[in-house]
C-alpha cells in the first residue's frame, strides 16, 4: 500500500467528512471555513498513524512468516543429516527446482511453493526404519511398501500447516511418473502438478550424481543421458527439456554456494566417524548436524555389524566382516582378536589385520600379562595403551609402528573369552567414545564369537579322530575327492599307501586296551612325522592307516612305503614292568591313475596289496620260529640206549 493509493484517498476522505460532522454537531455556530485547517491537520495525523501501524502488522507478518520457514528448514535439515553424508543434499534439490521452476515461467507464489516443497520433500520418510533408508543392496517387495508411504506422509504432516502457497499436493505427488507407473496416487502426465513434476526431476538428477548406500555417484553428462532416456516415460519430456537447457548455469550457482564449514565425513573415506562432542570451529548449527548425523550412522554401523555377524559360522571369515564394518566406527590401523584358553590361562592371537598385523598374530600371553591379559584379569577395557606392552610381555623387542591401543574384553555369560584390540600409529588417539562404541561392539560379538568357537571345534571333531588326533576316514574322503579332481586336471599323480598294524588284537588282548591306545597313538606319532606337511595320514579305522602323497609316482611311494614300515618297526613299548614291546605294520600303494581313477579302486587296490604283505610277514614269521630247532638237532643221530 502506498501513500497515493486509492485506498488511502478513500481512507482520508471519509475520515475527514466523519470528523467535521461531529464537529459541526458539537458546535453548530462554528464556521466550516474555521473548522477546515483544523480537520485537515488532525487527518493528516492519523492517516499518519494508520500508514505506521499497517506497515509495522506486515513487517510483523513478514518476520513471523520468515521465522516459520526458518524452523521448518531447521527440521528439514536435520531431518535430512540423519541418513545423508552431507546436508547439502536438500540444498541442491531446492536449488535445481527454483531455478527449473523460474525457467518455465512459473509465478512468484508457484516459485516459492516448490522452493518450500523441495526442502520438505523427504519429511515422509521419518515413518520409514532407517535400516531400510541406508540398505545398500535391493529392497524387498515388504521394504519398498514401507517407502512408498512417504509422500503421503510427508503431505499428510503438512497438510495442516498453513502455507499462503500449494506445498501439501507437491509433497503427495513428487513420486508420480509421467507414465502413470508412479506412487501413491499412479496419476498420468498433467494430472500430476507441475511443481511435483519440477521437484520430482531436481531430487531425480541429484539422486543420481550423489553417492548413495545403494549407488555410486554418476557424473552430470551420464546423469542428464540417463534422464533424457527416461523422458516420456518417468518423466515430463517439456520439463526434462528445460532442466537440461538451464542446468549448466544452476551448476555454477549450487558451486558458488557456500560450502558448509563442517561438511560430515564420508564413510568410505576410512577415517570412521568423528567423534561426538568435539565441536569444530564454524558456527553452531554445522555442529549440530554433525552429531544428528553421526549418531544415525553410529547406530547403522552398529547394525551393519551385527548383521555381519549373523552371516558368517567361521571365526576367520566372521572376523574378517567385523573388521571391516568397525572401521566406520572405530578408526584402526590394526584390528586384533585375542581368544583365552581357561584351562591354561593362556591368551593367543587368532585373528589380526592391518598393520604389523603379522607381529600381533605371533602373541600369546599369561592370563595378566600385556595389555591383553590386563583386561582378561580385570574384566576392564584399556585406552590409549602402549601396543609394545604386549610384545614385551613375551619376551619380544620386535618394533612396532603402533602407538595407542584400545582393548576391551569379550565376555560371554559370566566368562571371559577373550578381548577385541584396535591399534593406531597416532599415539593418544583413542577417546571414551571410542571405547563406548567398541564397548557396543563387544556386547554383540562375545556370544557370536563364542559360538563360532563351537563351531570350529565341532568341525574339527567331526573331522578328527579323537585318540590319536589324526584326521579320521571323513576328512580322508574330502582330501582324496580334492586331490584326485586336481590330479586329474593337471595330469598329475596320487599315492595311497594302506597300513594294517600287525598283532594288534593279540596287543590289547594280553596287555589289555590302555596299551593298544598307547600303541596307537606312537604309530600315529609316527606316520604323521614321517610325511610332508601338505600329505595326510588318516586313521582309517581300527588299527589300519591310511597316508595320501600328493604328486607322488609308484617308485617314491614304494620308498615312503618301507621309510614308514621301518619307522613303525623302531617303535618299542612298556608292555608291563621291565617288558619291551615291538611293532610292525604291513602295508600297500596304489597309484592314481595307473591303479584306478577312483577313490574305491585305488583303496581296494591298496588294501589288496596290504593283505599280500601281511600274509607275506606271517610265512616269514612261521619260518622264523621253525629254524632255530633245526639249528639245535645234532648233526648226527644219538646212540640208542643200552636196553635196546
Same mark, same amino acid.
Given at each position: 500500500?502506498?501513500?497515493?493509493?486509492?485506498?488511502?484517498?478513500?481512507?482520508?476522505?471519509?475520515?475527514?467528512?466523519?470528523?467535521?460532522?461531529?464537529?459541526?454537531?458539537?458546535?453548530?455556530?462554528?464556521?466550516?471555513? &474555521?473548522?477546515?485547517?483544523?480537520?485537515?491537520?488532525?487527518?493528516?495525523?492519523?492517516? %499518519?498513524?494508520?500508514?505506521?501501524?499497517?506497515?509495522?502488522?506486515?513487517?510483523?507478518?513478514?518476520?513471523?512468516?520468515?521465522?516459520?520457514?526458518?524452523?521448518?528448514?531447521?527440521?528439514?535439515?536435520?531431518? !535430512?543429516?540423519?541418513?545423508?553424508?552431507?546436508?547439502? $543434499?536438500? *540444498?541442491?534439490?531446492?536449488?535445481?527446482?527454483?531455478?527449473?521452476?523460474?525457467?518455465? #515461467?512459473?509465478?512468484?507464489?508457484?516459485?516459492?511453493?516448490? @522452493?518450500?516443497?523441495?526442502?520438505?520433500?523427504?519429511?515422509? @520418510?521419518?515413518?520409514?526404519?532407517? $535400516?531400510?533408508?541406508?540398505?545398500?543392496?535391493?529392497?524387498?517387495?515388504?521394504?519398498?511398501?514401507?517407502? %512408498?508411504?512417504?509422500?503421503?506422509?510427508?503431505?499428510?504432516?503438512?497438510?495442516?500447516?498453513?502455507?499462503?502457497?500449494?506445498?501439501?499436493?507437491?509433497?503427495?505427488?513428487?513420486?508420480?511418473? &509421467?507414465?502413470?507407473?508412479?506412487?501413491?496416487?499412479?496419476? @498420468?502426465?498433467?494430472?500430476?502438478?507441475?511443481?511435483?513434476?519440477?521437484?520430482?526431476?531436481?531430487?531425480?538428477?541429484?539422486?543420481?550424481?550423489?553417492?548413495?548406500?545403494?549407488?555410486?555417484?554418476?557424473?552430470?553428462?551420464?546423469?542428464?543421458?540417463?534422464?533424457?532416456?527416461?523422458?516420456?516415460?518417468?518423466?515430463?519430456?517439456?520439463?526434462?527439456?528445460?532442466?537440461?537447457?538451464? +542446468?549448466?548455469?544452476?551448476?555454477?550457482?549450487?558451486?558458488?554456494?557456500?560450502?558448509?564449514?563442517?561438511?560430515?565425513?564420508? *564413510?568410505?573415506?576410512?577415517?570412521?566417524?568423528?567423534?561426538?562432542?568435539? %565441536?569444530?570451529?564454524?558456527?553452531?548449527? =554445522?555442529?549440530?548436524?554433525?552429531?544428528?548425523?553421526?549418531?544415525?550412522?553410529?547406530?547403522?554401523?552398529?547394525?551393519?555389524?551385527?548383521?555381519?555377524?549373523?552371516?558368517?559360522?567361521?571365526?576367520?571369515?566372521?572376523?574378517?566382516?567385523?573388521?571391516? @564394518?568397525?572401521?566406520?566406527?572405530?578408526?584402526?590401523?590394526?584390528?586384533?582378536?585375542?581368544?583365552?584358553?581357561?584351562?591354561?590361562?593362556?591368551?593367543?592371537?587368532?585373528?589380526?589385520?592391518?598393520?604389523?598385523?603379522?607381529?600381533?598374530?605371533?602373541?600369546?600371553?599369561?592370563?595378566?600379562?600385556?595389555?591383553?591379559? &590386563?583386561?582378561?584379569?580385570?574384566?576392564? =577395557?584399556?585406552?590409549?595403551?602402549?601396543?609394545?606392552?604386549?610384545?614385551?610381555?613375551?619376551?619380544?623387542?620386535?618394533?612396532?609402528?603402533?602407538?595407542?591401543? +584400545?582393548?576391551?574384553?569379550?565376555?560371554?555369560?559370566?566368562?571371559?573369552?577373550?578381548?577385541?584390540?584396535?591399534?593406531?600409529?597416532?599415539?593418544?588417539?583413542?577417546?571414551?567414545? $571410542?571405547?563406548?562404541?567398541?564397548?557396543?561392539?563387544?556386547?554383540?560379538?562375545?556370544?557370536?564369537? *563364542?559360538?563360532?568357537?563351537?563351531?570350529?571345534?565341532?568341525?574339527?571333531?567331526?573331522?578328527?579322530?579323537?585318540?590319536?588326533? +589324526?584326521?579320521?576316514?571323513?576328512?580322508?574322503?574330502?582330501?582324496?575327492?580334492?586331490? +584326485?579332481?586336481?590330479?586329474?586336471?593337471?595330469?598329475?599323480?596320487?599315492?595311497?599307501?594302506?597300513?594294517?598294524?600287525?598283532?594288534?588284537?593279540?596287543?590289547?588282548?594280553?596287555?589289555?586296551?590302555?596299551?593298544? !591306545?598307547?600303541?596307537?597313538?606312537?604309530?600315529?606319532?609316527?606316520?604323521?612325522?614321517?610325511?610332508?606337511?601338505?600329505?595326510?595320514?588318516?586313521?582309517?579305522?581300527?588299527?589300519?592307516?591310511?597316508?595320501?602323497?600328493?604328486?607322488?609316482?609308484? #617308485?617314491?611311494?614304494?620308498?615312503?612305503?618301507?621309510?614308514?614300515? !621301518?619307522?613303525?618297526?623302531?617303535?618299542?613299548?612298556?608292555?608291563? =614292568?621291565?617288558?619291551?614291546?615291538?611293532?610292525?605294520?604291513?602295508?600297500?600303494?596304489?597309484?592314481?591313475?595307473?591303479? #584306478?581313477?577312483?577313490?574305491?579302486?585305488?583303496?581296494?587296490?591298496? !588294501?589288496?596289496?596290504?593283505?599280500?604283505?601281511?600274509?607275506?610277514?606271517?610265512?616269514?614269521?612261521?619260518?622264523?620260529?621253525?629254524?632255530?630247532?633245526?639249528?639245535?638237532?645234532?648233526?648226527?643221530?644219538?646212540?640208542?640206549?643200552?636196553?635196546?
Amino acid at each position: 500500500m502506498t501513500h497515493g493509493s486509492f485506498p488511502a484517498r478513500a481512507f482520508a476522505g471519509g475520515a475527514l467528512a466523519a470528523l467535521c460532522a461531529a464537529l459541526l454537531a458539537l458546535v453548530p455556530s462554528v464556521s466550516v471555513v &474555521w473548522l477546515a485547517p483544523l480537520t485537515a491537520a488532525t487527518l493528516y495525523l492519523v492517516y %499518519r498513524a494508520y500508514l505506521h501501524r499497517i506497515d509495522d502488522e506486515r513487517r510483523n507478518a513478514q518476520q513471523m512468516a520468515e521465522l516459520h520457514l526458518a524452523t521448518i528448514e531447521a527440521l528439514a535439515l536435520a531431518i !535430512d543429516a540423519k541418513d545423508q553424508a552431507t546436508p547439502d $543434499h536438500i *540444498r541442491r534439490v531446492q536449488a535445481y527446482a527454483t531455478g527449473l521452476a523460474r525457467a518455465l #515461467g512459473m509465478s512468484d507464489v508457484e516459485v516459492q511453493g516448490i @522452493k518450500t516443497a523441495a526442502l520438505l520433500h523427504d519429511i515422509g @520418510k521419518l515413518a520409514v526404519p532407517e $535400516h531400510i533408508l541406508v540398505k545398500p543392496g535391493p529392497l524387498t517387495p515388504e521394504e519398498f511398501q514401507k517407502i %512408498r508411504i512417504h509422500p503421503e506422509v510427508g503431505a499428510e504432516i503438512l497438510g495442516s500447516v498453513p502455507f499462503p502457497y500449494p506445498v501439501a499436493p507437491i509433497i503427495r505427488s513428487h513420486h508420480e511418473r &509421467w507414465d502413470g507407473r508412479g506412487y501413491p496416487a499412479g496419476l @498420468k502426465e498433467d494430472a500430476i502438478p507441475l511443481g511435483a513434476r519440477v521437484v520430482y526431476i531436481a531430487d531425480y538428477f541429484e539422486a543420481l550424481t550423489s553417492d548413495r548406500p545403494y549407488h555410486k555417484a554418476i557424473s552430470h553428462e551420464a546423469a542428464v543421458a540417463l534422464m533424457q532416456q527416461e523422458a516420456g516415460t518417468a518423466l515430463d519430456p517439456r520439463v526434462v527439456d528445460a532442466f537440461v537447457s538451464v +542446468l549448466p548455469r544452476l551448476t555454477l550457482e549450487i558451486e558458488r554456494l557456500e560450502p558448509s564449514p563442517n561438511p560430515m565425513p564420508q *564413510r568410505q573415506t576410512g577415517e570412521g566417524l568423528r567423534t561426538r562432542g568435539t %565441536r569444530p570451529s564454524g558456527g553452531a548449527r =554445522p555442529s549440530v548436524l554433525d552429531d544428528i548425523g553421526l549418531a544415525h550412522r553410529e547406530i547403522y554401523a552398529l547394525y551393519q555389524i551385527a548383521q555381519a555377524m549373523g552371516t558368517r559360522l567361521g571365526l576367520a571369515d566372521m572376523m574378517s566382516l567385523i573388521s571391516s @564394518k568397525l572401521s566406520s566406527l572405530v578408526p584402526f590401523s590394526a584390528c586384533a582378536l585375542f581368544l583365552y584358553t581357561e584351562s591354561t590361562e593362556l591368551l593367543q592371537c587368532r585373528f589380526a589385520a592391518g598393520t604389523d598385523s603379522e607381529l600381533m598374530q605371533q602373541i600369546t600371553l599369561r592370563n595378566g600379562q600385556g595389555l591383553n591379559g &590386563w583386561v582378561v584379569r580385570n574384566r576392564r =577395557p584399556l585406552v590409549n595403551a602402549r601396543p609394545s606392552a604386549d610384545l614385551e610381555a613375551m619376551g619380544s623387542n620386535a618394533p612396532t609402528v603402533l602407538q595407542s591401543a +584400545l582393548v576391551c574384553p569379550l565376555i560371554f555369560g559370566e566368562q571371559v573369552i577373550g578381548t577385541l584390540a584396535v591399534y593406531h600409529t597416532e599415539p593418544g588417539f583413542y577417546r571414551d567414545d $571410542h571405547r563406548r562404541l567398541l564397548d557396543r561392539v563387544c556386547e554383540q560379538a562375545g556370544a557370536v564369537i *563364542r559360538n563360532s568357537i563351537v563351531f570350529e571345534q565341532t568341525q574339527v571333531d567331526s573331522l578328527t579322530d579323537p585318540l590319536t588326533g +589324526l584326521p579320521n576316514t571323513r576328512s580322508m574322503f574330502y582330501h582324496l575327492t580334492r586331490e +584326485l579332481a586336481r590330479a586329474s586336471r593337471l595330469e598329475d599323480e596320487v599315492a595311497l599307501i594302506v597300513m594294517d598294524l600287525n598283532g594288534f588284537k593279540d596287543i590289547n588282548d594280553t596287555y589289555g586296551h590302555q596299551v593298544g !591306545d598307547s600303541a596307537l597313538r606312537e604309530v600315529a606319532s609316527v606316520l604323521r612325522g614321517a610325511i610332508r606337511p601338505y600329505d595326510m595320514c588318516v586313521r582309517y579305522a581300527g588299527d589300519e592307516f591310511i597316508v595320501v602323497l600328493s604328486g607322488c609316482g609308484r #617308485g617314491q611311494a614304494e620308498n615312503k612305503r618301507v621309510e614308514l614300515v !621301518d619307522a613303525v618297526g623302531r617303535i618299542a613299548l612298556d608292555g608291563r =614292568p621291565g617288558e619291551r614291546l615291538s611293532l610292525s605294520i604291513s602295508a600297500g600303494v596304489a597309484v592314481f591313475p595307473h591303479d #584306478g581313477d577312483t577313490y574305491e579302486a585305488l583303496l581296494a587296490k591298496a !588294501d589288496g596289496r596290504m593283505y599280500s604283505d601281511k600274509n607275506a610277514r606271517r610265512t616269514d614269521a612261521a619260518r622264523r620260529v621253525v629254524a632255530p630247532a633245526t639249528t639245535d638237532t645234532p648233526d648226527v643221530a644219538p646212540a640208542e640206549p643200552a636196553s635196546k
